[in-house]
């Protein structure tokens, strides 16, 4: 018998799971942006996928003010954009 039919299935796969492309802000404040951010700003600097939507993380500062448009910030992220002036606008 095959080694594929003598071993156990494992796991899950979620076909409805949504992939998003994963950006903290420490990554934000090393690139030269004016302005407003988002995932098409950062596919052109090859930084992001253009067809994968965008999730900001927490891990670092911001600072310069930037608008920052994406499908979802952590909550750490919406303080930290808010507490260096910036916006955070849910795509």
Do not use: H
């Amino acid at each position: 018998m095959p080694i594929i039919r003598r071993l156990p299935k494992r796991g899950f796969t979620n076909i409805f799971r949504k992939e998003y492309t994963i950006v903290n802000l420490d990554t934000l404040s090393k690139l030269t942006f004016t302005g407003e951010v988002s995932a098409q700003s950062l596919s052109e600097q090859g930084m992001a996928r253009a067809n994968k939507p965008l999730k900001v993380l927490g891990r670092g500062e911001l600072s310069q003010p930037l608008v920052i448009k994406a499908a979802k910030f952590s909550k750490s992220a919406l303080e930290k954009i808010e507490k260096s002036g910036g916006k955070a606008v849910t795509v």
